[in-house]
């Protein structure tokens, strides 16, 4: 853990995935940067996600996004400096209704204009591509080889790494308390350790960024859903390479994680909200999409799984 500077040019707090980027890129651009973080790197959201990396967005600004995150990925090892256990295998989306067939079509003219080399598929190429892939009633498929999956605590600590080398101070542990504004101007962030003195402060912090904005008057329209991921033990059978595979019209997905899979499933009637209860039949409703998706999966060992919050904002949008 760095030392709490008494001044900095520019404060990031949250040290997750956006945070440490945020501050990497900013220290090696010459800026004074401090990154706070209340508890340990990636220990919030980041350490809870399934690690999915692609370009495959409606949205022209999201697909551009994605290709530069992408691009970042891919020269990782050079820079900032870092193995990520990154697997370009793809992403290969399963279609079973006619509207959103038509609105991917739509989606990959327009990504293909902007690079990206994503195609539909029929089911047939959809097997080849993933035999352990359930296609009842699947109508067509959409795949980008570009996309895949990394480790995202690695990167984390490569971004930090690299933001640390370039002079940044990234403080662990140290909990933002308070930020004072005079006249409009934000002039200093207390913390739990000591004050740092400065202009312009990152707000970074995820699902918690709220409590955060709400210390300078701003109300962001951010929620936080519960989101739940499964992974099974050891499975000899698996092949070596598959896509991160998804159900569409259900949210069921999966890919390969080590020597078995790591698959997860969001809840369309999941309510938003810190104190919103798990549901306790999360594991039999993603079996029961399994049954046509993924239909080994229920002989396989299951060995654990984890809950983490995903930060949704009022359009759905980066």
């Not at 994680?257 to 809840?267: K, W």
Request: hydrophobic share 45%; charged share 20%; with cysteine.
């Amino acid at each position: 853990m760095s030392r709490l500077p008494e001044r900095a040019d520019v404060v990031v707090v949250g040290g997750g995935v956006i945070g440490t980027s945020i501050a990497f890129h900013l220290a090696e651009a010459g800026v004074g940067v401090c990154l706070l973080e209340r508890d340990e790197l990636a220990s919030g959201s980041t350490s809870r996600a399934a690690g999915g990396v692609r370009a495959q967005f409606s949205d022209p600004l999201n697909v551009e996004l994605g290709l530069r995150s992408i691009e970042a990925y891919m020269s990782f090892e050079q820079r900032p400096g870092a193995e990520i256990d990154l697997h370009q295998v793809g992403y290969l989306f399963l279609l079973d209704r006619a509207e959103d067939v038509a609105a991917f079509e739509r989606s990959v003219a327009l990504q293909n204009e902007l690079g990206v080399p994503r195609r539909m598929l029929t089911p047939a190429k959809a097997a080849e591509l993933n035999p352990l892939a359930g296609l009842d009633g699947v109508l067509a498929a959409s795949y980008c080889p570009l996309d895949g999956h990394a480790s995202p605590e690695a990167v984390v600590q490569g971004y930090a790494a690299g933001a640390r080398g370039a002079g940044a101070s990234v403080v662990t542990r140290c909990a933002v308390t308070g930020i004072d504004a005079e006249a409009g101007e934000i002039r200093r962030v207390a913390t739990s350790l000591d004050t740092v003195e400065t202009n312009v402060v990152v707000c970074a912090a995820g699902v918690w960024s709220p409590s955060l904005a709400r210390l300078v008057g701003v109300d962001l329209p951010v929620e936080p859903y519960l989101r739940e991921i499964g992974f099974t033990g050891p499975e000899a059978a698996l092949p070596e390479r598959i896509p991160l595979t998804i159900d569409f019209s259900t949210g069921f997905y999966f890919h390969r994680e080590g020597p078995g899979l790591l698959f997860g499933m969001a809840d369309p009637d999941q309510a938003p909200g810190f104190d919103a209860p798990s549901d306790r039949t999360w594991l039999e409703k993603v079996l029961a999409v399994a049954e046509r998706r993924l239909p080994t999966l229920g002989d396989m060992p299951l060995a654990g799984g984890w809950q983490g919050y995903y930060e949704v904002a009022d359009d759905h949008r980066a």
